[in-house]
């Protein structure tokens, strides 16, 4: 079976091998998209094709949503070949936590595009979509670090800075190129539209309204344009910038997933590295479980994606369920996972959720002592949330995921998926952090984890950190058998900017270099001691 539009002809051959295939006019639909589009996505990635276009499919199938959506990409031409190759459709194989794989041809992508000025055609084209009247809807899933026009020291980036200086003619940095074309609609009438970031970050649409407004505010200055644009994209009535929280796990084409889907009969599924390093493949594999919560600020109409599912609320509620889900239901326990699965050599989340101490670990910090300070946002349970956490997402076998990956960069997660916990802890007269009996467990950890040395004794490389250069030389001389003083640890423990907290004045320093001794005893000590705090933990709850 070929992924293409003739392919689909068979149409009895793709459902006798498991394949959910669309059943609407996809001609029409692509024909109506094209004419008068609603919908623009950039970043045509793998998070988009299995959730925001998947949600479009089921709605199309439904006879909910007529039109579907064009997707640009703005980082490698060759996902736009390996799209084009196959008209455009994407096979989704959603991995569930029972073992069954549901498969399903996404067609919902009517066009894509490549975001290029030097592509006349694409470029022209790109204009005539954000010139028309009928666009409600640009969303982005180009990662966090896309929204940034600065360096670390706060300059501007180099294409950025060329830019603001050349006007939004012939733009060549990523946002450079999305705010010229929201000059052409303004020109054309301040048309509005909504800009919505669907990335999995704080306040995202914040981070997408100052980037862009930083563009119009550098052109206006270098008079490259008018008070006007400035005036429109800070305008919610014209230009919106909508915050959302978005939740699914979408790891890189896998190699199991490839075999399953030949040996269902589908043909030219092999992955590919491209020349950019990106891995493209005409499929891509997600977890069931997955939410998107959107702010709703639509000022020329809305995609009814909520009919799918998708939940458009107020942004309040929006940066609720993200508290939610950072600073206790999700966040924090993945960490947790992350720092003792490196310790005691676990290649994936999936074969720690076999293991009782660390399912107990991430169970503790979750219902007791998460919990009892959560932010309830009000549109999802948060114990329901961390139910399907512990339940279904974690122990999902078929999700290849590494706590060597979640456990990069911890050195800047710590602040807000713990240090929010125990701030709650110090201002509740009727909590103390004495009760926090697993959060420096973690904190013990991690330092522990610093060191390089599994539990048994042997060295492995340490997931990258913008931090290590600071911390590393503090345990750097710290050996398994030694006893380590408080003041050893004080430059680590005294830093609010990893805790969010001094764990001096939080009362937890002691605790944690207590731990930290217990952890670097022998070879064994961690899972000696990890099994030993939460076998005391779940006596205490008694």
Partial sequence: MKLSNE??????????????IPTYD?????????AEPTWVHFGAGNLFKAFPAAVAEKLLNEGKMEKGVIA??????????????????????????????????VGSIAETVMLDPKDQDAWKRMASIFTAPSLQMASFTITEKGYAITDAAGNLLPLVEKDFENGPQNPESYLGKVASLLYERYKNGQLPIAMVS????????????????????????????????????ENPAKVSFPWSMIDKITPRPDASVEAMLEEAGLEDVKPVKTPRGSFVAPFVNAEETEYLVIEDAFPNGKVPLDLGGIIYTDRDTVNNVEKMKVTTCLNPLHTAMSIYGCL????????????????????IIGYDEGLPVVVNPGILDPKQFIDTVIGVRLPNPFMPD??????????????????????????????S???LKLIPVVFAGWIRYLMGIDDQGEGFEISADPLLEEVRPVVANIKLGDIVTEETLRPILSNQKIFGVDLYEAGMADEVVKIFNELIEKPGAVRK????KVTEAKEAKK
Avoid at 79 to 88: A, L, R, S, T, Y
Avoid at 402 to 431: C, H, M, W
Avoid at 529 to 532: E, F, G, M, Q, R
């Fill in 529 to 532: 001691t990890l099994h030993k």
């Fill in 433 to 435: 952090t004495n009760d």
């Fill in 402 to 431: 590494a706590p060597q990956r979640i456990a990069t960069d911890t050195s800047q997660k710590l602040s807000v998926r713990f240090g929010e916990t125990i701030k709650s802890y110090l201002n509740d007269e009727n909590l």
């Fill in 72 to 105: 640009v990409e703005g980082f490698d031409p060759f996902m736009i070949e390996v799209n084009k190759e196959h008209d455009n459709l994407a096979v989704l194989a959603t991995l569930k936590h029972d073992g069954n794989v549901d498969k399903t041809v």
């Fill in 7 to 20: 392919g689909l002809k068979n149409t009895q051959e793709w459902v006798s091998a498991g394949f959910n």
């Fill in 26 to 34: 996809r001609h029409a639909m692509v024909e109506k998209t094209i």
């Fill in 344 to 363: 005691l050599d676990y290649d994936k989340i999936s074969e720690e959720m076999k293991d009782e101490d660390i399912v107990d670990l991430i169970r």
């Fill in 198 to 233: 669907m990335d999995n970050c704080s306040h995202n649409g914040q981070k997408l309204q100052d980037a862009i407004v930083a563009y119009a505010k550098g052109w206006l200055k270098n008079g490259k344009s008018d008070e006007g644009f400035v005036e429109y994209l």
